[in-house]
C-alpha cells in the first residue's frame, strides 16, 4: 500500500506564536493542503529544520502595518464585534488595477457585467474594453474565483466584479467581438482617409507635367555624367536617387548638382520650378507609411475573421454579433475592391521603375 502522509514535521510545521500586533499584508499564492500533504514535492521532504528560528518581536517591529506602528501593545484596541474581513482571490497588482478601472463608472459591478453579457459596450468604448481585456485574471485566478462558494459580500469590488465576469459564458471571445465592434468604425474610416491621401497624392505625381519635365531632365543630366559606366544609358531611377544630388559636389566651392539642375530648369522654362503648387496632397502623404496601412487593413480582416469564427462556434455571442458580422463583412470586401488597385504600390512606385521615357 502506498505510504500515508508524512508527519507534520520539518516544512510542513505551519504553527506560529501568537502576533502581539497587526503585520502588513504578505501577498503570496498559498498551497491548499491537498497540493501538497501525500505528494512528493519540496514542502513534504523530510528535512531538519528544528533548529531554524525566527525573530518575531523584530519581524513585528519591521512590518507592523501603519495602524499599529508606534501603538504601544497595552493601548491596541481589540476588534470589534461583528469587523467583517475582505476576502482577496486575485494577485494583489491585479486587484488594485481592476479597482481604479472600476472607480471610473461610479455603477454598481454586477450592471457592468450586464452589459457586457447583454453586449451593450458603446458607453464603453473600445479603449476602456481593450483595457478590461488586459486586466482579466490568469487561469488559476479564474479557477479559484469560479471555485468560490463563500459569501461574496466580503470579496472587495475588483474580485466581486472579477467572480460576476469570469461566469458569463465564453466571456473572453465575447470581450473580443465587443472591442473589434467598437473599434472597427473609427479604424475603418482612419484607414479610408489614408488610402484616399495616397491615392490623390499619386494621382497629382502621375499627372504633374511640370514634375516630369523636370525629373527628365534629371535622367539626361545622370546619363551624361556616367556616360560609358554601368550607370549609364539609364532609362529611369529610383526617386531616393534624387536625395543625392546634393551629395554630388562641383568644382565650385558651395555648389552641388542640385544647383546646376535647377539652373538647367530655369534656363528652359522658370514656370517648371512651380511643380509643387499642383502636389498639394504630397506633405500629408508623406507622413503616411504605405506599408503600415496595408498591415491595419489585413489585421482587421483577420480580427474578423476570428470574431466571424466565434460567432459560428458559440451560439452566446451570436445574437449580439450577427448583425455586425454581416455588416463589416460587406464593407471590409468593398473596401478592399475600391482601395486596393488605387494604392500607391501600383502606381506611384512605377516611377521607381522605368517611368520616364528613354533616353535619346
Known amino acids: 500500500p502506498p505510504p500515508g502522509p508524512p508527519p507534520a514535521s520539518g516544512l510542513l510545521r505551519r504553527s506560529a506564536p501568537a502576533r502581539r500586533s497587526q503585520l502588513r499584508r504578505f501577498n503570496w499564492d498559498a498551497l491548499p493542503q491537498h497540493r501538497v500533504v501525500g505528494r512528493q514535492n519540496i514542502w513534504t521532504a523530510q528535512t531538519d529544520v528544528a533548529h531554524i528560528a525566527i525573530d518575531t518581536s523584530r519581524m513585528e517591529e519591521l512590518f507592523a502595518s501603519s495602524q499599529d506602528q508606534g501603538v504601544k501593545p497595552t493601548r491596541q484596541r481589540s476588534p470589534q464585534r461583528g469587523a467583517r474581513t475582505e476576502i482577496s482571490i486575485l494577485d494583489a497588482k491585479r486587484s488594485m488595477n481592476v479597482g481604479i478601472f472600476l472607480k471610473q463608472f461610479k455603477r454598481p459591478v454586477a450592471d457592468i457585467v450586464t452589459d457586457i453579457r447583454q453586449g451593450v459596450a458603446a458607453m464603453y468604448g473600445a479603449d476602456l474594453l481593450t483595457e478590461l481585456r488586459k486586466l482579466l485574471p490568469e487561469k488559476e485566478e479564474v479557477k479559484k474565483l ?38 472597427f468604425g473609427p479604424l475603418l474610416a482612419m484607414l479610408s482617409v489614408a488610402v484616399g491621401t495616397l491615392t490623390q497624392a499619386a494621382g497629382e505625381i502621375l499627372h504633374c507635367e511640370e514634375l516630369r519635365t523636370v525629373l527628365y531632365l534629371v535622367l539626361r543630366t545622370g546619363n551624361h555624367m556616367n556616360a560609358g559606366g554601368y550607370a549609364g544609358n539609364a532609362f529611369g531611377y529610383k526617386m531616393t536617387s534624387l536625395l543625392k544630388l546634393v551629395d554630388t559636389r562641383a568644382n565650385k566651392p558651395g555648389m552641388n548638382l542640385m544647383h546646376f539642375v535647377v539652373m538647367e530648369v530655369e534656363k528652359n522654362d522658370k514656370k517648371l520650378l512651380d511643380f509643387p503648387n499642383k502636389l498639394q496632397s504630397i506633405g500629408p502623404a508623406s507622413r503616411i507609411l504605405q506599408q503600415e496601412t496595408e498591415r491595419d487593413f489585413e489585421k482587421l480582416k483577420q480580427k474578423l475573421a476570428m470574431v466571424k469564427g466565434s460567432v459560428h462556434k458559440l451560439p452566446e455571442i451570436r445574437e449580439q454579433m450577427e448583425d455586425f458580422i454581416q455588416v463589416s463583412s460587406g464593407v471590409t470586401v468593398l473596401t478592399a475592391l475600391s482601395c486596393k488597385p488605387t494604392l500607391p504600390s501600383n502606381r506611384v512606385q512605377g516611377i521607381d521603375q522605368p517611368s520616364c521615357n528613354p533616353p535619346p
Open 146 to 183: 469560479r471555485a468560490f462558494d463563500g459569501d461574496r459580500g466580503l470579496l472587495c469590488e475588483a474580485d466581486r466584479f472579477m467572480l460576476l465576469l469570469v461566469h458569463v459564458p465564453s466571456y473572453v471571445e465575447l470581450l473580443d467581438s465587443l472591442v473589434l465592434r467598437e473599434e
